[in-house]
């Protein structure tokens, strides 16, 4: 049963507006969030994170948003740039990291023109 | 500071093969893993170590071994190759938030594995 879910396979949004990314999980004793994003043929690359005992948070164009009620988060990119075409993965884990991340299927971020 | 390396970058094996993939880092850091990336999959965990000498299971570990005997290598080794295990593998390190670190994982460029 997957824990993380990224229910859109892919998203498409023009040059300049805004895209918003979601991810719901099921496991509440997550409490450490984490956005990578992936190009072709290379490793992911963190891009940010969120703590449990936040709901937002800031690092210049992108934005994380927290809601434990609901256990959904969502990444919002804004303007959004060609540079930002790739994969995005959200991952989760509980306290400490020790035994891993828990990643969901990734959604395919195209910015046209 | 080269950050998390992985070698080969591309191996191709036989069914029954063997092989090992090296990971290095050079960030300090105390958390090492290992996962695959299947197609239209996300990244699952194979095996993970929280120290030198030590290693742990993770959510895919059937048919691979690992082993840390240095704190900044982590070895994935696969004993006889099959090509369910055809696969992209990605190495991850980590300084624990317990220990003055964030929990986030930094990855390796991976290696594409294909056994025939």
């Known amino acids: 049963d997957q824990q993380v879910k990224q229910n859109s396979p892919s998203l498409s949004v023009q040059e300049g507006r805004i895209s918003i990314l979601n991810c719901d999980y099921t496991?509440?004793?997550?409490?450490?969030f984490l956005w990578y994003k992936k190009y072709p043929a290379e490793g992911p690359t963190f891009l940010i994170s969120?703590?449990?005992?936040?709901d937002k948070n800031e690092d210049g164009r992108f934005t994380v948003f927290l809601n434990k009620s609901a256990k959904h988060l969502s990444l919002h990119i804004v303007p959004s740039q060609p540079g930002d075409s790739a994969v995005y993965f959200c991952?989760?884990?509980?306290?400490?990291?020790?035994?891993?991340?828990?990643f969901g299927k990734g959604t395919h971020l195209i910015i046209q023109p | 500071n080269a950050g998390v390396t992985q070698t080969p970058k591309f191996r191709v094996l036989k069914t029954g093969q063997s092989m090992t993939l090296l990971c290095a880092q050079d960030?300090?850091?105390?958390?090492m893993y290992w996962y695959r990336q299947d197609p239209g999959m996300g990244l699952r965990l194979i095996h993970y170590?929280?120290?030198?000498?030590?290693?742990a299971k993770g959510e895919v570990p059937d048919g691979y071994n690992v082993s840390r005997l240095k704190k900044q290598n982590f070895l994935l080794g696969l004993e006889s190759a099959a090509p369910s295990q055809t696969s992209v593998y990605f190495c991850?390190?980590?300084?624990?938030?317990?220990?003055?670190?964030?929990?986030?994982?930094?990855f390796g460029p991976g290696t594409r594995l294909t056994v025939l």
């Open positions: 991850a390190s980590s300084y624990p938030a317990g220990r003055g670190g964030t929990d986030t994982q930094y």
């Open positions: 496991n509440s004793m997550f409490d450490y």
């Open positions: 969120i703590s449990s005992i936040k």
């Open positions: 991952a989760a884990s509980e306290t400490g990291g020790a035994d891993g991340l828990t």
């Open positions: 960030m300090n850091h105390e958390y």
């Open positions: 170590s929280v120290g030198e000498g030590t290693t």
